[in-house]
């Protein structure tokens, strides 16, 4: 029985070896060109008004006014870049200067407040500590408008407006939850054990963090802290709230300022705003392998 | 910790220093955070509140008690800032349900096809990476050129496939412009930040269990719904929920492309809009408070199921 049976499918095998190899890689070809499709079709989406933000950045006005619409600059030129540069109007240095100063103040403070409570977090139990989750928690659901009406009311009675001060603290604690959990996640992941055996040898809690956890938790530490940078430099509204005058102003509504302070020209507004993304986007390129499973990590418990 | 407990001299005193020492650690370690909480969100939040029930209109103003008054005007009537207030709730719903319906939509998608394996992967998982980095804001201004009536390539393409018959269709930067054209760049603004999220998830799941799915004979279809969705289940509330929040209260796409320059276009703000002009377009800081306040309780309704199961996992 069993070696009719083997027989059997030893005929049909060599009977259908071809065919049968032929259809398998079909199939296999039939889904890599499927794939390729989808996901260029996805990338096409994701990248369409980028690429057509960089193309405009290189296009002379004439062109750009064409009927003729396409990918590549009909006539590249740097003037765009050139006119955005030597603006008065666009400030460019300065405000890329402001932003630059105000987003690494505010990730420094982020960073220095929540490791401290993030270590917190992940190794002790105490009391009120599930009273602190809450509040983290609720602290997504408060509408930033209903915050920025509060702080700027206390701001402008402490003569905070137009200040960075302000900026800066609303943005080092507008991270304060996500770094947290953040942090927490990656402490949770260092074995306690390490700490321990440092202050066998003669550290206390603080220097044990210091010394030993945090230097453990760098990529994470990193990580968070160039999450946070990218969020103040690319903050909007507080920004554009709180700041009026335009020597401190931060680049994002630099470039809003810019563009409503004359006849919109698309090639310097688009030139302004592929020099805005350009660090962003750099930085986050470095951290992006932290940054998803970061925050995954901080909800998904 | 026996360290501790043996240190010589350890007399009464030294010891309950020692006790006191190690149970405040925490605190002192929470304590800068929590102070900069307190000052700078449960403070603004708390008198955000409290200014939703006086008369500020500015900052100079004195804020006096004028109980729901802002609130009355908000809500009763028929012009002015009531009606605007109706249609933004409205404009709201469908900013935030049409908008992250079709993120979840395009998100799941992408994480499905990034998720297979094939060579070059991961030039198309950067290509859904730039424009997350990116800030709105430039984002914003890229599309409202994209817009733009007359020389922009939305109204190319879509008059030459036939699907618009003005070829100079204005879409936004119009008093009278909706949200919709909006809710499409809050859709692509979004989608693929949620794709990583659902990405990271969909990579939890093992494989055998579509093996062993394939071998019982289930379909793609069959293994996408009993096995994707029943074990991503967990990621996809979560990454709902956040979407939803950022959505709801997401500012720069709207403030940039209806509400910066010339007038504004009520007819695509949001909730969160409406409260800002209102407390700083036409300085009435009260008010604006107040329809802030009303937009947080009715997110604060549509979460409180999961800040309920959330906290029942917290201190494990």
Redesign the interface.
């Known amino acids: 029985m069993t070696a009719l049976t083997n027989s059997k499918l030893d005929q049909t095998d060599t009977r259908r070896q071809i065919p049968w190899l032929r259809v398998r890689f079909l199939k296999k070809a039939g889904r890599l060109v499927m794939l390729y499709f989808l996901a260029g079709l996805v990338a096409l989406i994701c990248l369409t008004p980028i690429i057509w933000m960089v193309k405009t950045s290189f296009e002379t006005t004439r062109y750009m006014r064409s009927s003729q619409i396409q990918f590549w600059p009909i006539q590249p030129t740097l003037a765009n870049y050139l006119n955005v540069l030597n603006n008065p109007n666009a400030a460019i240095g300065r405000s890329m200067l402001n932003s630059l100063i105000v987003s690494t103040l505010a990730t420094l403070l982020n960073l220095a407040i929540c490791a401290t409570a993030a270590y917190a977090m992940s190794r002790f139990k105490f009391r009120g500590k599930i009273l602190f989750a809450i509040y983290l928690l609720v602290f997504y659901m408060i509408p930033g408008t209903l915050l920025l009406i509060g702080m700027f009311v206390m701001l402008a009675r402490l003569h905070l407006v137009n200040n960075w001060i302000g900026l800066i603290l609303i943005y080092a604690v507008g991270g304060i939850p996500l770094s947290i959990w953040w942090l927490k996640g990656y402490f949770d992941s260092i074995p306690v054990e390490i700490e321990e055996g440092a202050m066998m040898d003669g550290c206390n809690r603080l220097q044990a963090l210091w010394k030993v956890v945090l230097p453990l938790a760098l990529p994470g530490v990193v990580a968070v802290g160039i999450f946070q940078f990218v969020g103040s430099w690319n903050e909007f509204m507080m920004a554009l709230t709180i700041i009026q005058n335009p020597k401190l102003q931060l680049l994002p509504v630099q470039i809003v300022n810019f563009m409503g302070s004359q006849r919109i020209e698309w090639g310097p507004v688009m030139a302004f705003s592929v020099i805005v993304a350009i660090p962003a986007v750099i930085l986050f390129a470095i951290a992006q392998r932290g940054i998803v499973s970061g925050m995954m990590s901080g909800f998904t418990r | 910790m026996k360290?501790l407990l043996s240190v010589p001299g350890s007399d009464k005193s030294s010891r309950f220093l020692e006790r006191f020492k190690k149970?405040s650690?925490?605190?002192f370690?929470?304590v800068?955070?929590?102070i900069?909480?307190i000052l700078?969100?449960?403070?603004?939040?708390?008198?955000?509140?409290w200014?939703s029930f006086t008369s500020?209109g500015w900052?100079k103003d004195t804020a006096k008690f004028v109980w729901l008054s802002n609130y009355s005007q908000i809500l009763i009537g028929n012009i002015g800032i009531s009606q605007w207030f109706k249609l933004a709730v409205v404009q709201t719903i469908y900013w935030t349900g049409i908008g992250v319906a079709g993120m979840f939509f395009?998100a799941m998608?992408?994480a499905l096809?990034?998720n297979?394996k094939?060579p070059?992967?991961f030039?198309?998982r950067?290509?859904?990476?730039?424009?997350?980095?990116?800030?709105?804001?430039?984002?914003a201004?890229?599309?409202q050129?994209?817009y733009?009536p007359?020389?922009g390539?939305v109204n190319?393409?879509l008059f030459k496939l036939g699907l618009i018959h003005n070829a100079n269709t204005i879409w936004v930067g119009h008093p009278n412009s909706s949200i919709w054209p909006l809710i499409v760049v809050s859709v692509?603004r979004g989608f693929?930040f949620m794709a990583?999220?659902l990405?990271?998830?969909m990579q939890g799941i093992p494989t055998e269990l579509y093996e062993a799915a394939k071998v019982d004979g289930a379909n793609v279809f069959q293994r996408f719904w009993h096995i994707t969705l029943t074990q991503m289940r967990?990621?996809i509330v979560?990454t709902l929920i956040?979407n939803i929040?950022w959505t709801?209260?997401s500012?720069?796409i709207i403030?940039?492309m209806a509400a910066?320059?010339g007038q504004i276009a009520y007819k695509a703000l949001t909730l969160?809009l409406l409260?800002?002009v209102e407390?700083?377009r036409w300085d009435h800081?009260g008010r604006?408070?107040a329809?802030?306040?009303m937009?947080?309780l009715v997110?604060?309704a549509l979460?409180f199921w999961n800040?309920r199961r959330?906290?029942r996992?917290?201190?494990?």
Request: aromatic letters at 20%; proline letters at 7%.
């Open positions: 360290i149970h650690l925490p605190y370690l929470i800068p955070s929590v900069f909480l700078f969100s449960l403070y603004p939040f708390i008198s955000g509140i200014y500020i900052i395009m998608a992408t096809i990034l297979e094939f070059g992967r030039l198309f950067t290509a859904v990476l730039i424009p997350i980095a990116m800030p709105t804001v430039i984002l201004l890229t599309w050129w994209m733009d007359f020389y390539i190319y393409y692509w693929p990583l999220m990405l990271s998830g967990t990621t979560i956040l929040i709801w209260n500012f720069d403030m940039v910066s320059w969160p409260a800002w407390a700083f800081l604006g408070a329809i802030s306040v937009s947080m997110i604060l979460l800040a959330e906290l996992s917290i201190n494990e």
